[in-house]
């Protein structure tokens, strides 16, 4: 009756799925992550960094699950539609063909007050046997998953979270839901079953709040704001602008991107997880919903690169306020999804993916000194500002306090990129502040900051004294590198990020690079930095960065052939990718979808354009 499948089932392991295998979809507020079996294994409600309600993807047995598929053997194929973060799976089994069609959906005006998740079931031949279940947990929070009867719909309650559950087949307006489930140890179970037909549609619903009430829409209603959605997403992308190599992977890391960003503020997550391990040998496990400063600036760069507005301005607008209000004990690395200094790292009980824990909300790195971030913050300043963009007097003030503050910092230890525990003097920090001291002589000569006389020639004397102490404990002549630090041996790839900076982009630089690749690179990867060959896998922005430096360095032909490498190599079946890339099974680690990730792929797309 169907054709041959050409992808088996989903391969779980204790009921766990690979990493690789998630796509995303989001609403501007949360994302949700789907499994090639169409079983949602991520789902915070309302927001990104709320607890997930769905986190089977770190705890398979309580962190709670919305599957839908085919209730006999089958194989699946998926792909986005079109322009959009919308995934649309199709199911191949003995019996026929069923589309289901994802979205956290948006309202006619844009993002909607609260939650909205629609699942779209389109029977396309013979008859399939159809089962879902929807069981909520509350994994990372700390109230009881409980279920009120109502006189409409099912409601599921987790302290001020709300949930409501809906559906129909559109054909006939009759339920698809009984709502009859068990209940688990952790909260309560909604189960149900129906069989497609060819041109059979059925819908279900899930509605979601935080100390608001649900609104529940009919069916038909939910339906159609699939369609609306879609619209809405290809009116985004129609007006993004690239007529450059790689167009694909560059839309879609894009889109990636635009998930990750947290409308309700302007901030962008530097991921949409939390604990998902760098190491197959666990350990490593971090909350990366948070808005970094660095994964902003570089986004604020891509947008702006694309031609888009809103987004960069949001951005921009968000992390100076946000500065503005907590630089008192120095600038923060950062902050809340809501412009808010972070309260510390709390380990759940929870298994972890695969049993690799530890499962932690929060994030230690919250009140390191990280000297990068001078450079993040001012260097996009001067990009913004190059795209016709003004400055506000207050934002003016920061900029120039930040400036004078790397004049002074510039020559301190710090935990440098990498978030490191012991503090050094990290190569890749002194070429940032001397970026940011750059970036503030632009902007000064440009006339959007006015310091007091003679600033500027305080910011040029410092960026001549951080070149000559680079030059005199950064460069190893011998080995023919920079090194990771005053004093080591080591070798940083974060230092090749200096070359879009503009801080080197010749010889020692492409010797560098050279050196990196053979002691660091496996293949088209490549690890962050020495020794973490032993402790995590490659890491995925540093093999772009890579692209992008060979290509300042004036090695155009050796940086297309990385990048085609690389986009075969690192993504998955519909471009999502993740922190980082297990060398020896291809297997993706740590939280995703990663931002930095994306940007970097964007990143050297642009620079082998602009260079090409």
Excluded at 20 to 46: E, N, Q, S
Excluded at 406 to 422: F, P, Q
Aim: a negative charge; hydrophobic letters at 40%.
């Amino acid at each position: 009756m169907s054709s041959a499948p050409t992808r088996p089932a989903e391969r779980r392991s204790n009921g766990y799925a690979d990493l690789r295998g998630y796509a995303a979809i989001g609403d501007g507020r949360t994302v949700a992550l789907i499994a090639r079996d169409g079983r949602i294994d991520w789902l915070p409600v309302p927001g990104m960094a709320d607890a997930p309600l769905f986190a089977a993807l770190l705890d398979d047995e309580r962190g709670g699950r919305f599957a839908l598929q085919p209730d006999e053997p089958f194989a699946s194929e998926r792909e986005y539609v079109d322009g959009t973060n919308v995934l649309r799976t199709r199911f191949t089994s003995a019996s026929g063909v069923v589309e289901v069609t994802d979205a956290l959906v948006t309202g006619v005006a844009g993002r909607l007050p609260w939650m909205q998740l629609v699942r779209r079931i389109d029977g396309v031949e013979g008859a399939v046997p159809m089962t879902w279940i929807v069981e909520p947990g509350n994994l990372l929070g700390d109230q009881a998953v409980t279920r009120f009867d109502t006189g409409h719909v099912p409601l599921i309650r987790a302290g001020d979270t709300n949930i409501a559950l809906t559906g129909s087949d559109i054909g006939r307006q009759d339920p698809v839901h009984d709502g009859n489930g068990p209940a688990t140890d952790w909260g309560p179970d909604f189960r149900g079953a129906f069989t497609t037909s060819a041109g059979s549609r059925h819908v279900l619903c899930l509605c979601g709040t935080e100390g608001e009430p649900v609104r529940v829409p009919d069916a038909g209603v939910a339906d159609e704001s699939i369609d609306r959605t879609i619209a809405g997403w290809q009116t985004w992308t129609d007006v993004f602008s690239w007529d450059g190599p790689w167009p694909e992977q560059v839309r879609r890391s894009t889109l990636a991107l635009k998930l990750l960003t947290y409308t309700p503020s302007g901030a962008i997550a530097a991921a949409a997880t939390t604990s998902l391990p760098e190491s197959i040998h666990g350990d490593k496990n971090w909350d990366y919903r948070f808005a970094w400063v660095r994964d902003l600036a570089y986004s604020v760069d891509a947008f702006l690169r694309f031609g888009l507005r809103e987004e960069p301005h949001a951005a921009v607008s968000w992390v100076l306020k946000a500065l503005k209000a907590n630089t008192r004990d120095g600038i923060a690395v950062f902050l809340t999804l809501d412009g808010q200094p972070t309260d510390g790292v709390r380990q759940v009980d929870a298994a972890g993916w695969r049993g690799f824990g530890p499962v932690v909300t929060g994030n230690q790195a919250g009140g390191q000194l990280q000297l990068g971030v001078y450079a993040d913050l001012v260097g996009i300043m001067r990009a913004y500002t190059a795209d016709g963009n003004l400055l506000d007097a207050g934002s003016s003030d920061l900029l120039v306090h930040l400036a004078d503050e790397a004049c002074v910092n510039w020559k301190r230890k710090d935990s440098g990129m990498w978030e490191l525990t012991e503090t050094k003097h990290y190569v890749s920090s002194k070429m940032g502040c001397w970026q940011a001291l750059d970036a503030a002589c632009t902007l000064h000569d440009m006339g959007f900051v006015l310091p007091p006389d003679g600033t500027r020639k305080r910011w040029e004397k410092h960026k001549r004294l951080i070149a000559r102490w680079i030059d005199r404990h950064g460069w190893d002549e011998r080995r023919g590198t920079y090194v990771m630090a005053k004093g080591s041996k080591a070798l940083d790839a974060s230092v090749l990020l200096h070359t879009v900076s503009g801080f080197d982009r010749g010889e020692r630089m492409s010797r560098t690079i050279d050196a990196l690749r053979e002691e660091l690179g496996r293949g088209p990867l490549i690890y962050r930095y020495s020794g973490m060959e032993r402790e995590e896998g490659t890491f995925t922005a540093c093999g772009f960065w890579t692209a992008s430096a060979l290509a300042c360095v004036g090695r155009i032909d050796e940086a297309r052939a990385l990048m085609d490498e690389l986009v075969a190599a690192v993504s998955n079946d519909v471009g999502i990718m993740s922190e980082m890339v297990d060398e020896g099974t291809g297997a993706s680690l740590g939280n995703l979808p990663q931002a930095l990730s994306h940007l970097a792929l964007v990143q050297a797309a642009s620079v082998i354009r602009e260079l090409s």
